[in-house]
């Protein structure tokens, strides 16, 4: 038992425990996610206003415009959940095949226990999707949260901490806003398109930012524990070993 103890706990083995804390503490880190939640279950007027007249005068220009929906169609499609799974897995498998089992198991541990999240909160809130006439498109499930949103903002946001090692001072700059921008107009899609709330959108941007927000916090606490430089990780992405990890020998950065 003491041997399983010292195992359980070595600064080299603590990541997985880490990341199951982080993730079970999310209630915490995502307070404004918390506060949205209540003002849904308890209809509060205020909220319902500014989603009712977010979804009717976007509503109407999707109807109003046909080539207006069929953007925003693409965007929903092309930046939908499955677009992001398939993205991130790729960069869990190159993680593996480079043998950086640290930051695979981050990766996998943020978009899995995102994904389950959202979904949860879905079944347990159960809140209908608008109704509108003359619908531009159609979704089946619950609304709170935008699963596309969530799914959106969690892919963005690792592939972000990912890219930010591999690229130089003014690359940052550019996968920053790259990462902030597609989820904001994917949740707009959404809106758009009828088939979500203005406040299922809010939702799910916060919920993603606060798992990504916390298991990238425990993946820093777990460097720091192993002897590894400190790093700012919205700075210089989750690691500063990421860039030996994820480019093949002799790489060097993007841009300049």
């Given amino acids: 038992m003491n041997d399983w ?3 359980r706990f070595d600064p080299e083995r603590r990541l997985g425990l ?10 915490l880190v995502a307070v404004p996610f918390m506060l949205l939640l209540v003002l849904v279950k308890t209809a509060s007027e205020p909220l319902n206003r500014i989603d009712q007249g977010a979804a009717e005068s976007l509503h109407a220009q999707a109807v109003a415009h046909p080539s207006f929906a069929r953007a925003m169609e693409l965007v929903s499609d ?4 499955l677009t992001w799974r398939i993205a991130v897995g790729a960069a869990v498998a190159w993680l593996l095949y480079r043998r950086a089992y640290h930051l695979a198991l981050w990766a996998a541990t943020t978009i899995t226990v995102g994904g ?3 979904l949860a909160v879905k079944v347990i809130v159960a809140r209908a999707r608008p109704h509108l006439p003359d619908p531009v498109a159609l979704a089946p499930g619950a609304s709170f949260p935008s699963g596309h949103t969530v799914n959106a903002t969690l892919g963005a946001g690792i592939l972000l901490l990912l890219a930010l090692p591999l690229v130089r001072e003014r690359g940052r700059a550019v996968v920053w806003a790259l990462a902030v921008l597609i989820p904001l107009a994917v949740g707009f899609s959404r809106i758009a398109l009828g088939v ?3 406040s299922d959108v809010v939702a799910g941007l ?12 425990a993946f820093e606490t777990w460097r720091r524990d192993a002897g590894r430089r400190p790093v700012e990780p919205y700075k ?13 020998e002799g790489g060097d950065r993007i841009g300049r």
Avoid: I
Avoid at 206 to 217: D, E, Q, Y
Avoid at 241 to 246: H, N, P, V
């Fill in 78 to 81: 092309v930046f939908g959940p």
């Fill in 196 to 198: 979500h709330w203005f």
């Fill in 116 to 118: 389950l999240l959202g």
């Fill in 206 to 217: 916060v919920l993603g930012v606060a798992v990504v927000a916390a298991t990238s916090a």
């Fill in 18 to 27: 880490r990341l199951t804390v982080a993730s079970g503490a999310l209630a």
């Fill in 5 to 7: 103890l010292r195992r």
């Fill in 236 to 248: 210089e992405g989750v690691g500063r070993e990421a860039r030996r990890d994820l480019l093949p």
